[in-house]
């Protein structure tokens, strides 16, 4: 009898262009916590989905239970009691979340014992067990559309659970989550770990598998580096593999050195769907040559402001001036030309196109202009080079270079390249909201940097984040936003990390 639950021996799966994955053997066993660790397009969620049966592999064996099987689709999986939670949901969004959950393996009853129909009332019912069983509660009549991100994490993990699931592979689960969400998910995590469940954890967060994770393997560029015991493994050690460098958790850079007024924000408020405030006569300006930084928990206005700024939400009250023009009532069209770039909160609803290709997300932007277009017609050859250039540039990393279709992209490789879109823009004011959101730890780093190098070739920034490290890490000045006001404005070397947390839960007021 196997050690192992699940063995994967000699994997390899290619994709036109790529090895994604390179005689890759690993073990896990029942009732652990396993971490694929590994940068963006390292190959995790590939060896994964051939485990639950969305690819087959090309080369290489699967055992579950001791028995070699060929997982030929994701019913053939869940028949093996195997389940994934996917990073990017596969919810619809007009069902219900009992209708989501049982899409597929629909309970029949019968009316008066002769008409079949789908018996909703009782699935409702063994769903919301099912929740409060494993601490997951939801309310099951609800619509996917009227939920929050966490709350549709839920309902993807209850899926699995539905259906059975022993083993369960979560990916990058914490990548759209705030800090206090995060808390909550790797509980559930390590609760179903003691339930009897076996878990396999993708992901580059660190800390998080140092948190909860039994083992982990590394991966780099589709070839297994080392199977780690976490415990006993560094976090610098772990992200050396990964990486396959030193890589630093301090961005160095030299004094900031302000310059003209870049970005003017005066009384701004800010109203949503229901007409409630939720930016409250925000004021506030950035230079050149500066990171300001807006800081607060989830939720409390600060995404609102980037959008306000950026023409995505309309302002209800007062001013915005981008270099001393108002640009309040402008298009969203009219401030990028005027000198905005955005980087925004959601890549895939808010940044890409998923089905254009590479090439053409990267020029989205200017497609419109010289030399990308002329008397309306598209010049291909200049999307090409121009998608050569930013691919070598920002190490965006794709199966078919510039043809790559952006959804089959990793979410890293995605921010890579809304990322190399805008900096490419050289706008006076660059707007970054959570810009370091699902990207590993080599990309952190980088994008970091990129951001203190833009400050440093004098354009003013603005930096929206969650990860009060971040925000401690690469900021000159951090403005502290609770209930859509904001409670301090100060300089990044006179705040403690302990001044900031007490701002941002309303503990204190200036």
């Keep these: 009898m196997s ?18 994955n390179d005689d890759v053997s690993i073990g896990i066993k029942k009732g652990e916590i396993f971490a694929l660790l590994g940068e963006n397009g390292a190959g995790k969620s590939t060896l994964m989905s051939m485990l639950s049966g969305l690819y087959e592999p090309d080369e290489g064996d699967i055992y579950i239970r001791g028995e070699k099987v060929q997982i030929s689709s994701p019913n053939h999986a869940a028949n093996l009691n195997i389940g994934m939670v996917h990073q990017h949901f596969k919810l619809v969004p007009d069902y219900t979340i009992t209708e989501n959950i049982i899409l597929g393996v629909e309970p029949i009853s019968k009316f008066v014992g002769l008409f079949p129909y789908v018996d909703i009332r009782n699935a409702n019912r063994k769903i919301e067990e099912l929740s409060k069983n494993f601490g997951l509660e939801v309310d099951p009549t609800k619509k996917i559309a009227d939920l929050t991100v966490s709350m549709q994490q839920r309902v993807e993990i209850l899926k699995v659970l539905y259906r059975e699931a022993e083993i369960l592979i979560f990916d990058e689960p914490t990548a759209v989550l705030t800090p206090q969400e995060i808390d909550f998910l790797l509980g559930i995590i390590e609760g179903l770990r003691n339930s009897g469940k076996t878990i396999i954890l993708i992901t580059h967060k ?50 900031a050195q302000f310059k003209e007024e870049i970005l003017k924000v005066e009384h701004l408020t800010v109203k949503n769907e229901d007409g409630f405030e939720i930016v409250k006569d925000v004021s506030f300006t950035i230079h050149s040559g500066e990171i300001f930084a807006i800081a607060g928990v989830a939720d409390n206005g600060q995404v609102e402001i ?39 909160e959601d890549r895939q609803s808010f940044g890409l196109f998923l089905d254009f290709d590479l090439s053409t997300n990267l020029a989205l932007k200017q497609y419109y202009k010289k030399p990308f277009s002329s008397r309306g017609i598209l010049n291909k050859q200049e999307f090409e080079q121009f998608g050569h250039k930013l691919i070598d540039q920002f190490d965006i990393r794709s199966g078919q270079s510039i043809k790559t279709q952006v959804r089959s992209m990793s979410g890293g490789n995605q921010q890579k390249a809304i990322i190399a879109r805008e900096i490419d823009l050289q ?8 810009p370091t959101r699902g990207v590993d730890i080599g990309a952190i780093e980088n994008i970091h940097n990129m951001m203190i190098q833009q400050r440093d070739q004098g354009k003013a920034i603005l930096l929206i984040s969650l990860e009060l490290d971040e925000i401690m890490n690469v900021a000159d000045t951090i403005g502290v936003i609770y209930n859509g006001q904001l409670q301090k404005i100060a300089s990044s070397e006179s705040l403690t990390t302990n001044e900031v947390g007490e701002y941002m839960m309303g503990a204190k007021h200036e």
């Design 3 to 20: 050690d192992y639950i699940v063995e994967m021996k000699h994997i390899t799966k290619r994709f036109p262009g790529i090895v994604a």
């Design 206 to 255: 660190l800390e998080e598998i140092k948190k909860v994770a039994d083992r982990c393997a590394v991966l780099n560029k589709g070839k297994l580096v080392d199977v780690l015991d976490v415990k006993t493994t560094s976090v610098n050690h772990m992200a050396q593999l990964m990486v396959g460098r030193e890589v630093s958790f301090k961005s160095e850079k030299v004094p």
């Design 306 to 344: 980037a959008d306000a700024i950026a023409g995505l939400t309309k302002v209800s009250g007062g001013k915005i001036f981008l270099e001393g023009k108002d640009i309040t009532n402008n298009s969203i069209r009219k401030r990028t030309e005027t000198g905005i770039s955005y980087i925004p």
């Design 427 to 434: 706008s006076p004011l660059m707007i970054f909201v959570q």
